[in-house]
């Protein structure tokens, strides 16, 4: 069993609907990471959480440490958002990553 | 535009051969942090250097190695390529180990 869960794998959704990604893990950590990877390879960090709740715009990250639980809401979601959403751990100065997330938006 | 700078960006080898991967973090992030990125392991970290210092490991083969320069920039060796070595390779840099910015990747194929 992989010490970082993501669900769904694959999720398409209609421009303008509210997505949940969600990450499960299994280590102590000291920090959740999300990251956004688009069709072209780039990675961009969209939030490092260690509590509660944090929101950026149309998203929101929120952890719940003692369930080992992390969702990732997009709020009136585009095209754009089209990405690989990945969730990531530090636990004792290693990083242990999801596999992934594929968001697919349509017009 | 992160701020970090990766070259170079697609690397075409051989079997057998050795590369170096350069990294230039974010103007005042002292660590950096290199991943690969491979179509059957997803993302996996490699190893991360603070200020010139290895600060922590993750899975990196005996046979790559990493420093960081008195510049902060630093460079990935990969020796004796396998074929699977072909990934994705990413560095990013940060303060510590908070939010890190990832650069645009370096593309290896071993043919």
């Known amino acids: 069993k992989n010490e970082v869960e993501q669900s769904p794998q694959n999720l398409t959704a209609q421009e303008g609907e509210f997505i949940t990604i969600n990450c499960s893990y299994s280590?102590?950590?000291?920090?959740l990471h999300w990251l956004q990877q688009h069709p072209g390879g780039g990675i961009v960090s969209l939030f490092m959480l260690s509590s509660g709740k944090k929101k950026h715009g149309r998203l929101i990250a929120t952890i719940n440490i003692q369930e080992k639980h992390s969702s990732l809401h997009i709020t009136a979601s585009h095209p754009r958002d089209s990405a690989v959403y990945i969730c990531?751990?530090?636990?004792?100065?290693?990083?242990?990553f999801g596999a992934g997330t594929r968001l697919t938006v349509k017009p | 535009d992160s701020g970090v700078t990766q070259t170079p960006k697609h690397l075409i080898t051989a079997t057998g051969q050795r590369v170096t991967l350069r990294c230039s973090p974010r103007?005042?992030?002292?660590?950096v942090y290199w991943y690969q990125q491979s179509l059957d392991q997803g993302l996996q970290f490699l190893i991360q250097?603070?200020?010139?210092?290895?600060?922590a490991k993750g899975n990196i083969l005996e046979r790559f190695s990493a420093q960081q320069f008195p510049d902060l920039h630093s460079e990935l060796n990969l020796s004796s390529l396998e074929l699977g070595d072909s990934a994705l390779y990413f560095c990013a840099s940060s303060v510590n180990w908070e939010t890190q910015y990832f650069g645009p990747g370096t593309r290896l194929l071993v043919l």
């Open positions: 990531a751990v530090n636990n004792n100065n290693d990083m242990r």
């Open positions: 250097y603070y200020n010139g210092e290895e600060r």
């Open positions: 280590v102590g950590i000291s920090a």
């Open positions: 103007s005042g992030d002292l660590s």
